[in-house]
């Protein structure tokens, strides 16, 4: 899209243009975080929820804090016509429906891992191959704060892993300033993630006798996500993700290794400049109070990211906290807000919610 259209669309919003939004895969906790989302989005109407399992079944009964929603889940195999196609599906799904999804929509936003990567090649490598290689190119990766400058008209929009979005997040800064980059030195990063991640299936290892309590590293080596980070950060990092007990959040904390010093001045030039006119990004590094460090907790329910830093010039070593909720910034609202900057809409419509605090296990 070029910078007149770019300015049309959005000219086309501010004159309250409404777009009509479905969700394929409703009863799935994701799915359920972007009917939150979209019916409350002054800009979106949602005219369809899609469910095999729960077919003519209310949304509130899969989703009880949207009992107040006047919509009932359909089969997803009678798509409506819609301007804007959500899939919240397992993977495999949308590469598979992805010609279906685009005779009834004129934009798609994927939140699997179906068109994440940029390279069949790589789905070859991190997944079981690709199914609809020829998208691949016609994706765009969703995370505005790493790819918003090619966001605006895209009809394919492909979900970021939460694990990823927030290792990344975390790391870009450095990236932008020279400080990393494919020669720098070792990053070792180790997140720890909520249940949810799961999804709303589970299984035995998901069920609360066997997660309560535990810090259990379910990916030790070789986690898929990987290869976002690598594609979209040029870097290899060493990668272990840990389930503990929580709902809702990812927490990554990143050990680097510079070849060259950094100073405590340079870190907060380089996270400031990466992130001060970002509208979701918060720097929390140190100051007072019990939450000095990004917390999960404290970003639950929210689109926001929290991102902070510690120097350990003794072992020549930055350490490097990032938190989200991996159903919010890690997936549903990842999805609003990169549609929102596709179709020319505030960034920020229909993800406004601050959060709560005190709040209990997110």
């Known amino acids: 899209m070029s910078a007149d259209d770019a300015a049309g669309s959005a000219a086309d919003a501010n004159s309250g243009e409404t777009y009509t939004a479905s969700v394929v895969g409703g009863t799935g906790f994701t799915g359920g975080e972007l009917l939150r989302i979209l019916s409350g989005h002054p800009e979106f109407e949602v005219v369809q929820a899609t469910s095999r399992s729960a077919d003519n079944m209310t949304v509130g009964r899969s989703h009880p804090n949207l009992r107040g929603l006047d919509l009932r889940f359909s089969d997803p195999d009678d798509l409506e016509s819609v301007d804007v196609l959500f899939s919240a599906t397992p993977h495999g799904v949308s590469m598979g429906r992805i010609d279906e999804y685009f005779e009834a929509a004129d934009t798609v936003v994927d939140l699997s891992a179906d068109f994440r990567l940029p390279e069949a090649a790589l789905y070859d490598e991190w997944y079981d191959g690709h199914e609809s290689p020829e998208y691949l190119e016609r994706a765009e990766y969703a995370l505005p704060e790493l790819n918003r400058e090619n966001l605006p008209g895209a009809d ?18 450095l990236v932008d300033a020279g400080a990393l980059g494919p020669d720098a030195g070792e990053v070792v990063v180790d997140v720890k993630v909520g ?4 999804g709303a299936g589970g299984g035995a290892a998901s069920s609360h006798p066997e997660r309560s309590g535990v810090v259990r590293p379910y990916a030790p080596t070789s986690h898929r996500h990987e290869a976002e980070i690598g594609a979209y950060l040029g870097l290899d990092v060493s990668f272990t993700v840990h389930a503990v007990e929580m709902v809702r959040g990812a927490s990554a904390t990143c050990h680097v290794f510079p070849d060259e010093p950094v100073s405590k001045a340079d870190l907060w030039q380089a996270y400031r400049g990466a992130y001060a006119d970002e509208p979701f990004m918060r720097i929390v590094s140190g100051g007072g109070g ?4 990004p917390e999960p907790k404290a970003v639950a329910g929210t689109n926001h990211g929290e991102v902070g830093f510690e120097l350990d010039p003794g072992n020549r070593r930055i350490v490097v906290f990032s938190a989200i909720d991996n159903m919010m910034k890690g997936s549903a609202g990842q999805a609003v807000h990169a549609a929102n900057v596709a179709l020319g809409l505030p960034e920020d419509a229909g993800l406004e919610f601050q959060g709560l605090h005190p709040v209990g296990s997110p």
């Open 195 to 198: 249940s949810s991640e799961g």
């Open 290 to 293: 019990v939450y000095r460090s």
């Open 156 to 173: 394919l929009i492909a979900g970021g892993g939460c694990n990823a979005t927030a290792t990344m997040l975390g790391l870009k800064p």
